[in-house]
């Protein structure tokens, strides 16, 4: 039996925005760029082209799932009531890998960033202390913590299209299509987890439901804006980044060096120099983006371990509400240690494929849940309906079993890490599963 326990409604549609904005936005700043060594600038911008298409697809339906079910568990309620409990198990522990991977990813490249101003210290205890920071933020509350994501997705944005501009007129086609396929279409199918790296977590929107105003109208807008500002973003980064002397000089700050965590810095580098103020000013700014969606997947992923928590899949320690701050304070502290924990490995390239394959298997048994409750309730209230009937949800069933099993193929042993998290939770979540 859940647990009564409720969230306050205080989020409006500019909110919404910022959030949806704000979780994926460090995609643009990091991590894409780790894709570019196996697939180069043809393969990765293929793989990119096919994940738009599949994130259109997706957030559309996903869409039509939320308004219909605003509560915090996002895709595990939907497949609860879609399917049951052991459904719900499977793609509610898909969203925890998801937003539980991401955040140390990021934290790993704040650390970076913060490390060029900071050299004597070393860049995981910046990401640690960025980590605590931010917990304690979203515990204090969510408006103020959506506000706080609000303001710092505008000044992220802000600073992307001043790093097109300032890059764009430097752009050359032969330098953009240098080495375009280092390792051959194979390598473009490896390169497929760091394509969904530009556009994962959007549908974090969703586990804010049960704290959003009017959420059936509001989350629609939500949910269109902020991919609408990203697949811009994403097109502006791409070209703008890779054009200024080819993918090699955005992934190593130099020859022989590991591949970095901070490719706008080195465009700019390779214009401005190191002592430039436009490169100083990315690398000051350009946290911000960071910032955003580390606190941003860290909201969303507190709610998600809550909602495991209030439905007896984890234990009812995570299921509980903050009594005067009103927000999940026991998931997002049991989510940070798990975080930190991760970040320690120093392996960033690792957690961010774990969170795609979390991901991709989310958006896949989503689109089951859509089709099972459109056939099992059909004449449910829809406050907002997908448009093109079936079109959508098919492609995005279809793209991501596909993406999903490609990636798999490409990265058998990390994979095979991700079955292992997956049924690990059953250890706890066995009782919920076979309750009645």
């Known amino acids: 039996m859940e647990s009564k326990e409720e969230f306050s409604r205080t989020l409006g549609p500019w909110l919404l925005w910022g959030l949806g904005v704000g979780y994926v936005i460090s995609g643009m700043y990091f991590g894409w760029n780790l894709g570019l060594p196996v697939g180069g600038t043809l393969g990765l911008g293929i793989a990119?082209?096919?994940?738009?298409?599949?994130?259109?697809?997706?957030?559309?339906?996903?869409?039509?799932?939320?308004?219909?079910?605003?509560?915090?568990?996002?895709?595990?309620?939907?497949?609860?009531?879609?399917?049951?409990?052991a459904w719900a198990y499977l793609v509610g522990t898909a969203q925890l890998i998801e937003f539980l991977f991401a955040p140390p990813a990021i934290a790993a490249a704040i650390g970076a960033y913060f490390s060029l101003f900071l050299p004597g210290i070393d860049p995981i205890w910046i990401a640690i202390v960025a980590y605590l920071l931010f917990t304690i933020l979203n515990i204090i509350g969510v408006k103020f913590a959506a506000s706080f994501e609000f303001g710092i997705t505008i000044l992220a944005v802000f600073e992307l299209l001043l790093f097109s501009g300032l890059t764009l007129p430097s752009f050359s086609w032969e330098k953009f299509s240098s080495n375009p396929l280092p390792n051959g279409w194979t390598g473009a199918l490896s390169s497929l987890p760091f394509a969904?790296?530009?556009?994962?977590?959007?549908?974090?929107?969703?586990?804010?439901?049960?704290?959003?105003?009017?959420?059936?109208?509001?989350?629609?807008?939500?949910f269109g804006s902020a991919l609408g500002t990203l697949v811009a973003l994403c097109g502006m980064v791409f070209f703008s980044s890779i054009g200024v002397g080819g993918w090699e000089m955005i992934v190593y700050p130099e020859p022989g060096a590991a591949a970095s965590d901070y490719p706008l810095p080195l465009a700019?580098?390779?214009?401005?120099?190191?002592?430039?103020?436009?490169?100083?000013?990315?690398?000051?700014?350009?946290?911000?983006?960071?910032?955003?969606?580390?606190?941003?997947?860290?909201?969303?992923?507190?709610?998600?371990?809550?909602?495991?928590?209030?439905?007896?899949?984890?234990?009812?320690?995570?299921?509980?509400?903050?009594?005067?701050?009103?927000?999940?304070?026991?998931?997002?502290?049991?989510?940070?240690?798990?975080?930190?924990?991760?970040?320690?490995?120093?392996?960033?390239?690792?957690?961010?494929?774990?969170?795609?394959?979390?991901?991709?298997?989310?958006y896949f048994c989503s689109m089951i849940s859509f089709f099972v409750l459109r056939k099992k309730q059909p004449d449910r209230e829809r406050p907002f309906m997908v448009p093109g009937g079936k079109i959508l949800p098919s492609i995005a069933l279809v793209l991501s079993a596909i993406v999903l099993s490609v990636s798999a193929w490409q990265h058998p042993i990390l994979f095979g890490i991700f079955v292992l998290i997956l049924g690990s939770g059953l250890v706890w979540a066995r009782s919920a599963i076979f309750a009645k």
């Open 48 to 85: 990119t082209l096919l994940i738009i298409l599949l994130y259109v697809c997706f957030s559309f339906s996903y869409t039509e799932l939320a308004c219909m079910i605003p509560k915090a568990g996002g895709a595990f309620d939907y497949g609860r009531e879609a399917l049951g409990n």
């Open 196 to 222: 969904v790296w530009f556009f994962l977590a959007i549908e974090g929107v969703a586990n804010v439901a049960e704290e959003t105003k009017d959420p059936q109208k509001n989350i629609l807008i939500g």
């Open 268 to 362: 700019l580098r390779k214009l401005y120099g190191e002592s430039g103020w436009a490169f100083h000013l990315l690398i000051t700014i350009g946290l911000f983006g960071l910032i955003a969606s580390f606190h941003g997947i860290i909201l969303a992923g507190g709610r998600a371990s809550f909602e495991f928590g209030r439905a007896n899949f984890l234990p009812k320690f995570f299921g509980k509400i903050h009594p005067r701050f009103k927000t999940p304070a026991n998931a997002l502290m049991a989510n940070t240690i798990f975080g930190i924990a991760a970040l320690c490995t120093g392996k960033t390239s690792e957690l961010i494929t774990l969170s795609a394959f979390g991901a991709l298997l989310l």
